[in-house]
């Protein structure tokens, strides 16, 4: 069982940005591919971003590539996403999200078990 706590949101400013931290408990969380996913009002949820077990490769939806930057640290049982130069477009939940892959594609929101309850990042213009 892995239990998913997201912080780091807030309201930022255009251009701005923001860290998001996922912290992971359970005994697990290395053998985990791990996802960022955002919602906005009246919209599905959208992939943001993944990251393989050992952070060997990462993935990201086009809207924020060379934007966003997934990473972990197994040792701290933690995902991050550093997000720069934010968009009004940007703002949404954003839910950190694990799973043991292999599925779905990983872009696909039934790849992953476990969800946070998600943090919300508002960027305003």
């Known amino acids: 069982q892995v239990q998913l706590v997201e912080s780091g949101g807030g309201l930022v400013q255009v251009g701005g940005s923001l860290r998001l931290s996922c912290a992971a408990s359970g005994r697990s969380f290395s053998s985990y591919v791990t996802g960022w996913f955002r919602q906005a009002p009246g919209k599905e949820r959208e992939f943001v971003a993944r990251?393989?077990?050992?952070?060997?490769?990462?993935d990201y939806a086009d809207s924020v590539k060379g934007r966003f930057t997934i990473s972990r640290d197994n040792a701290k049982n933690t995902v991050y996403l550093q997000m720069n130069s934010l968009k009004s477009e940007d703002t949404a939940a954003y839910y950190c999200?694990?799973?043991?892959?292999?599925?779905?594609?990983?872009?696909?929101?039934?790849?992953?078990?476990?969800w946070g309850q998600g943090t919300q990042v508002t960027v305003s213009s």
């Open positions: 999200a694990a799973g043991p892959g292999g599925r779905y594609w990983y872009t696909d929101h039934r790849e992953y078990d476990y």
């Open positions: 990251i393989t077990r050992t952070g060997s490769s990462t």
